[in-house]
């Protein structure tokens, strides 16, 4: 009797492992998504649109987009911007924001609103804290160097902490690590954080996420539930 006991579960566990491994692979399936590359043709003139002591950089204006490349020499980082024009609208970047400082940005930094995302997130996670806090004058897309804390071929989620409504946000799902770098639009800047496992007390996650947690948490009860009645057997 003890060894059916065992055996059903051994075959419970097993199960279950092979639930989890498979609701992890049909999740990257359904949340995948096109990713849009910033690439910076290099036999494109490119301009320096401002250099001092902490940062270098570089721009690059074509027809559709403003490209700026960042090194920043005091925070040791290097990253990208690219801003699309509106055709049915007249703006320009640096009309709109200080670039020497808006366009700055720091990893895991040490602010009230870093330390409320490291007390209420218990995932690994890197924080991305923007210089600038406001809504931003074009579409954007920003890539960043991450190899320090992720590998190539992750797919990472975004996440936005919202101070006013003290409450962390889903932005985006699906963000390769390629190359050591990730790409993901913004709308607005403020502090940000990725992070390789779905923040389940989030508000908004992907419905389909949500499903296939829920799923497994029935499947769970169902194994253990025969499991123990066929040890009273």
């Known amino acids: 009797m003890k060894k059916k006991h065992l055996t059903n579960i051994t075959i419970a566990i097993a199960c279950l492992l092979l639930i989890v491994y498979s609701g992890i692979s049909i999740s990257k399936m359904l949340l995948s998504q096109k990713q849009d590359t910033i690439t910076l043709n290099e036999s494109e003139d490119k301009v320096i649109a401002m250099e001092n002591k902490q940062t270098k950089m570089t721009k690059l204006e074509t027809k559709e987009y403003y490209y700026y490349e960042i090194e920043d020499y005091e925070r040791d980082l290097k990253y990208s911007w690219k801003f699309k024009k509106d055709e049915n609208k007249d703006i320009s970047v640096e009309e709109?924001?200080?670039?020497?400082?808006?366009?700055?940005?720091?990893?895991?930094?040490?602010?009230?609103?870093?330390?409320?995302?490291?007390?209420?997130?218990?995932?690994?996670?890197?924080?991305?804290?923007?210089?600038?806090?406001?809504?931003?004058?074009?579409?954007?897309?920003?890539?960043?160097?991450v190899q320090d804390k992720f590998k190539d071929n992750e797919r990472l989620y975004l996440y936005y902490y919202n101070p006013e409504l003290d409450q962390i946000e889903y932005i985006a799902h699906n963000v390769l690590v390629k190359d050591g770098y990730v790409e993901f639009e913004l709308e607005h800047c403020s502090d940000y954080f990725l992070t390789a496992a779905v923040v389940n007390d989030a508000v908004n996650n992907p419905q389909s996420v949500n499903y296939i947690i829920i799923g497994l948490i029935v499947v769970v009860f169902i194994l253990v539930a025969v499991t123990l009645f066929q040890s009273k057997k």
Request: hydrophobic share 35%.
């Open 96 to 145: 709109s924001l200080f670039i020497e400082d808006d366009l700055r940005l720091s990893l895991d930094a040490q602010t009230k609103d870093t330390e409320k995302i490291k007390e209420d997130v218990s995932q690994d996670k890197l924080i991305i804290t923007f210089d600038y806090h406001g809504n931003l004058p074009l579409e954007t897309t920003v890539r960043i160097n």
